[in-house]
């Protein structure tokens, strides 16, 4: 009977029936339980308390791609909705209801990180030698990030922290014998915890499952935390279904410990009715069919994103990515940047989910397009940063990239270190990280700020200090990067030269002579719009 009552959390998965999109993406033998015999095997095994349990009307979690709502018409800062190119592809059926997307999300969700308030011990390990020893940081500081993750929550509250330090954090309960001990009794006497957040990067299922039975409470690990925070943060479909990604393995390891749990009672590895599969086998199953399809979504979104970018180099607006460690304030600054009232910073990490993009114009009268892209953190599996990899790929596409940095933070070289160690991973190249811009910002909370780094530029994107040089500096390394031209160029002001002009390339003076009609223009023009320039009006 335990055993039956753990399958019942997965009966939506095993009794949702498909959509049309889903048979028309999926071969029969990839279909869920629902259509095989396996279901039968199920329903036979079940008591009638959960036979009688109402089956979810819920749609399938289609192959296909989320209907990606870019704005693209950069003319006056605004963008616009789907273009030609799009709305044929949308008009084949090809992509993800908001429904189901959202269906998913919720129904995803790590029931027991996701329901109500959390009343938080934070227990900080200190490593004192070896390769997991942290050196530019203290455990102080790292304790001070892991309050600061909590307290980013709604309903968590912090209950106490401790720091206590190891030479064994590659063990399964992470502290020696007596450490283990003394912390296990202050957890227990320390009245009102509801759940304990041990700050590594991630815990085994194994780690996770021993040290629940030790302390009576549910353990978080950073994974897990951040991974909620961004549950909380996300508004778009593309944002649920890198978060869905990521969470399952979660979900792996929270089934690991529930078979192991199972055993103990002899239900774990039972067959289910003549199926051939065990119920982990099943839930394996399950879960690995889940990701194959959210990974088939996220690719058809990664297909239109390149769209996107293609339709934007075609109008040749250079694109600057933004970039920066989580709070460090690269919303401010392109609010700054750009005067979009539209942007609303907030003081919380990770409150920046989804590429957003956002017109600017630069001395010359230029216009750029600013990314802002997703905040960094130290210490999180390649696995997070792999899900967000939809999201993240922007950064490869730029012209130019802005490294903002919270230069009043007491671990602002850590974070820096951090930030280049992400961007190695994701593989930017050389180019970009060659011609990469550091801007110094929040100088505003450091009295008589003097930076050590001579490249580097002081700014307040608060009080919008330093943005004059920061803007001078974008478009002398734009035209680098982009291959324009500052040209001097004669026209007759009888055509329309002056009119193309203005329309296809940047107009930064105008000398008019009245005795002949003509003028002097001094353009930024690109390669491909001054071919197009002399093949119009000059027949060359």
Request: include cysteine.
């Amino acid at each position: 009977m335990t055993a039956l009552r753990r399958i019942y959390p997965w009966l939506p998965l095993l009794q949702r029936p498909c959509t049309q999109s889903c048979q028309r993406a999926a071969p029969p033998a990839c279909s869920l339980l629902h259509t095989s015999h396996h279901a039968a095997a199920l329903a036979t095994c079940k008591p009638l308390w959960l036979r009688a349990a109402p089956t979810l009307q819920s749609r399938a979690f289609a192959l296909s791609a989320c209907r990606l709502k870019r704005r693209d018409d950069f003319t006056s800062g605004q963008q616009t909705g789907p273009t030609q190119e799009e709305e044929e592809e949308e008009e084949d059926g090809d992509f993800i209801e908001d429904s189901e997307v959202e269906e998913l999300f919720q129904e995803q969700a790590p029931s027991d990180i996701a329901g109500g308030q959390h009343r938080v011990f934070i227990v900080q390990p200190d490593v004192k030698w070896g390769s997991r020893k942290q050196h530019l940081t203290t455990a102080e500081l790292m304790m001070a990030e892991a309050v600061g993750l909590v307290n980013t929550l709604d309903n968590w509250r912090v209950v106490d922290t401790i720091i206590l330090s190891t030479k064994t954090p590659e063990k399964k309960r992470i502290f020696g014998k007596g450490n283990f001990q003394s912390l296990t009794e202050k957890i227990k006497q320390t009245a009102g915890i509801t759940a304990v957040f041990v700050n590594v990067e991630r815990l085994s299922a194994l780690s996770e499952r021993e040290l629940e039975e030790a302390w009576g409470v549910k353990v978080f690990d950073r994974y897990s935390v951040v991974l909620h925070i961004f549950r909380c943060n996300a508004r778009t479909k593309e944002a649920k279904l890198q978060i869905s990604l990521a969470e399952i393995p979660l979900l792996r390891s929270r089934l690991k410990n529930e078979i192991a749990n199972m055993d103990q009672q002899g239900g774990g590895t039972r067959y289910i009715g003549g199926s051939g599969e065990t119920l982990f086998e099943v839930q394996q199953r399950l879960l690995k069919e889940r990701e194959m399809k959210i990974r088939s979504a996220l690719e058809k979104l990664r297909r239109k994103r390149h769209l996107l970018r293609s339709q934007r180099k075609h109008r040749e607006f250079p694109i600057v990515s933004v970039l920066g460690y989580t709070n460090c304030g690269k919303t401010t600054l392109i609010k700054a940047l750009t005067g979009d009232s539209g942007l609303q910073p907030r003081n919380q990490l990770f409150a920046t989910l989804d590429v957003t993009v956002h017109a600017g114009q630069l001395p010359s009268r230029m216009t750029v397009l600013y990314v802002d892209t997703i905040g960094f953190l130290s210490q999180l599996p390649h696995q997070l940063i792999d899900s967000f990899s939809a999201t993240l790929e922007d950064i490869k596409h730029s012209d130019l990239l802005i490294h903002v940095r919270d230069i009043s933070h007491p671990e602002a070289v850590n974070q820096k270190v951090n930030v280049l160690n992400v961007l190695k991973n994701l593989e930017i190249p050389e180019r970009l990280m060659s011609s990469m811009i550091e801007v110094h910002n929040k100088t505003d909370l450091v009295d008589s700020y003097q930076s050590a780094e001579p490249k580097a530029l002081p700014i307040s994107a608060l009080e919008e200090r330093g943005l004059d040089e920061l803007k001078k500096v974008v478009e002398e390394e734009i035209v680098n990067s982009t291959g324009k031209h500052i040209l001097d160029l004669t026209v007759n002001l009888s055509t329309p030269q002056l009119s193309w002009l203005y329309k296809e390339a940047t107009v930064q003076d105008v000398q008019v002579s009245a005795d002949d009609g003509s003028a002097v223009v001094k353009v930024i023009i690109s390669n491909a719009a001054y071919g197009r320039y002399k093949k119009l009006f000059t027949g060359r």
